[in-house]
């Protein structure tokens, strides 16, 4: 029997199975150390109004499978405004059963409504995600992402 699988908005009451989420993509990225994010601190980001973030979690009969997350930003160069998908994740289990495709089109769906676009950012590495952006119709350039901590801009400062 197929799995039944379901894509919705996230609310406060799922911080934990996202906050589940986002530790195994950052135990899979090697980057679990620098998780700040808690259930707590996204319960209260999704209560917000407006929220500080948009997730949508996908469900593999009723169990958390994967989310796409994002922020509405203004883009100084494009002169208006488009949504920054921040992370894509599907667990491990639930690889290849359309998680990720459904994700990112309910992601699509909630950017019509808009009329907006979209922009992330993928290891340069990470062969496979590039293939299924391309696949998407997604564009791709390359770039270098710069991080300055708080601590180092205060130093600089």
């Known amino acids: 029997m197929t799995p039944e699988l379901t894509v919705r908005r996230a ?3 799922d911080a934990e199975d996202l906050h589940a989420l986002m530790r195994a993509l950052a135990e899979h990225e090697g980057e679990a150390a620098y998780l700040a994010a808690t259930p707590a601190s996204l319960a209260q980001a999704l209560a917000a109004q407006p929220p500080r973030a ?7 009969d009723g169990r958390a ?3 796409v997350s994002w922020t509405r930003v203004y883009g100084i160069w494009r002169g208006r405004d488009y ?5 894509l994740f599907v667990a491990e289990a639930a690889r290849g059963a359309g998680v990720g495709e459904a994700l990112m089109r309910a992601f ?25 952006y391309a696949r998407l ?13 708080a601590e180092a801009m205060r130093t600089t400062a």
Do not use: P
Request: glycine fraction near 10%.
């Open 83 to 87: 949504f920054n998908l921040d992370d």
């Open 65 to 67: 499978a994967g989310y």
């Open 11 to 13: 609310t406060a009451a």
């Open 108 to 132: 699509a769906a909630e950017a019509a409504v808009e009329g907006l676009g979209g922009r992330w950012e993928v290891k340069t590495a990470n062969h496979g995600a590039r293939r299924f």
């Open 137 to 149: 119709g997604a564009t791709q350039t390359e770039k270098v992402v710069v991080h300055w901590s």
């Open 54 to 60: 948009a997730f949508l979690l996908a469900e593999l």
